[in-house]
Each structure stands twice: as C-alpha cells, then as structure tokens.
C-alpha cells in the first residue's frame, strides 16, 4: 500500500462566515443562557377571606396542572397555614403562572395574592 499525502486545502478551524459569528447579544459571560440550568421559585399562594375554594382549585388545576386530590390537599395546607406553596418551578414559568392567577382573580373580583420566592426578579 502506498501512503499518499493528502493536499488539498483543509479548512481553517475557525469558520469566517458570519453566521458562525458570535452572538452580539450574548451574556457577558460567554455562556448561552439558554443551555443553563434554570433557577427554581416556590409560587406561594395566601389565604384570604373573599376568594373562593373553589377559585382555588381552579387555578391550581388550570395553571399548575393538578388533579382535585392534589389541589385539594393544597388548598387544606392554605386554610391551616394561612399561606403554602401551590409549586416550585422554572423562575419564568413560574412568574408567568403567577400573572395569570392575578389576572383570572382580578377578572373575577377576588384580592386572592400569590407571590413567587427565589429565582431571578422578573419585571
């Protein structure tokens, strides 16, 4: 078997199209966001005397995804403690399902209050 060199111009390892190029936008870190862990926060839910149980449930079944049994064993852990946490998520999603239990409360008529713990501040 004969070696034979191979001559034809290999790429440089460094692509020179732009698409290749470093995102502008990137962190300061040089890290992609989107490939880090996501911070966890606890979705807090309070107990008032003018929402509902039922209000109660719905929300947590609706934009927390639980069956009657687990939003009713949590609505019990409200009326004891007086507040308990309705899910610990993603800090986006987590602010997200925040906003639109505010909303469906306030379309409703209800102070009912859910505040998120831990994560990033989201404005």
Known sequence: MTRVRYNQGMPEDTPSDPQFEPDETSSETGRDDSTMIA??????????????????????????????????????????????????????????ARRKVEQAAADAGYPFRVEIEGGPQIV
């Open 39 to 96: 911070a966890r926060a606890k979705v807090w839910f309070f107990d008032d005397d003018k929402t509902p149980v039922d209000f109660v449930l719905y929300a947590l079944e609706q934009y927390f995804g639980y069956d009657e049994p687990k939003a009713r064993a949590i609505v019990e852990r409200i009326r004891k403690q007086g507040k308990a946490v309705a899910a610990e998520l993603p800090a986006i999603p987590a602010e997200l």
